[in-house]
């Protein structure tokens, strides 16, 4: 026999007041949880038309004293009060370096290749691709974060893709050669197909100049289903101090000059036709819009435009 156990709202308020203060407020004191730390996702992938477009995070890191990088050119009160209007510190800044990955049905195409072949590799499998599945690999320009996937001591990453870069950017690089040129490029040179400005790389890739932060930096156009979308790389390095203000020097820009304007033509055009972009240094996943905000742009991060 089971007997139910019925309490009156008197007997219930009176139990209530017996219990000790913790149990009388809510449920009794656990043991802490072990903090699990920070989470950052290592890849996005979405559609573009009849493409698939994957961004991988090919890393991060805090770095400080943004100004030596950013805003060279304007006194220090002017850079801390567009951060603060930004919601970001003014003493340091976040790196965010995104290679990215177009199957478009025919090709698997890889946009640059971040610090070290196993490194690439590593974050092409956590994508799900393997680096024997890449058909092209192209480098926007020849900056050691680029292109020092393509090659180590160990050999090639990529040795059965197509290698494409800019015809002007291999032009300067080769003239002039540094560390990154001859240890990364120049053994690969031969494999290396050299491209200019309107260049068809695949149906629905195309090569634009965007000159100035390197003498042959590219961005590239993907066109698929009536959709846009454009790899940007380089052109513009932080969401706010480059987009916000355009002619704001940036110590990675060879051409300063050259590198402002260009900024200003290709940031004008995106916000003009309402072209999503993927921008190399953006905040993971690096996927966003641009929209005319007085004499400067601002970063519109993508939500979920690209799932529907």
Known sequence: MTETLKLSRRAALAAGAALPLAGAFGTPALAAVE????????FNRFELGDFEVTTLLG??????????????????DTFAAASE?????????????????????????????????????GQLAAAGYDAGDVTKVIITHMHGDHVSGLIDESGEAFPGAE??????????????????????????????????????????VTAMAAFGHTPGHMT????????????TADLANHFVWSLGYPDWEVRFDMDKA???????????????DRIPFIGYHMPFPSLGYV??????????????????
Request: hydrophobic residues 40%.
């Open 258 to 272: 050259a590198a402002a304007q260009t900024r200003r033509r290709v940031l004008g055009m995106l916000a003009a």
């Open 59 to 76: 890393g991060t890191r805090t770095v400080e004293d943004p100004q030596s990088i950013f805003g060279m050119n304007v006194d220090a």
């Open 291 to 308: 929209e005319a905000n007085g004499d400067g742009f601002r970063y519109v991060p993508a939500t979920y435009q690209m799932m529907l």
């Open 163 to 204: 290698l494409i870069t800019g015809a002007a950017e291999d032009n300067a690089w080769s003239a002039n050669p540094n560390d990154t040129y001859n240890g990364k490029i120049a053994p690969l040179r031969d494999k290396f197909a050299f491209v200019d400005d309107g260049a068809s790389i695949a149906p629905g």
């Open 85 to 121: 209007e930004n919601f970001i510190p003014a003493d340091k800044v976040q790196f965010f370096f995104t290679p990215t990955v177009v199957n478009t049905g025919s090709d698997l195409i890889l946009f640059d290749t971040g610090f070290a072949p196993a490194a690439i590799k």
């Open 35 to 42: 903090k699990k730390g920070p989470t950052q996702p290592t």
């Open 220 to 231: 590239y156009m993907l066109e698929s289903g009536g959709e846009q979308l454009l790899i």
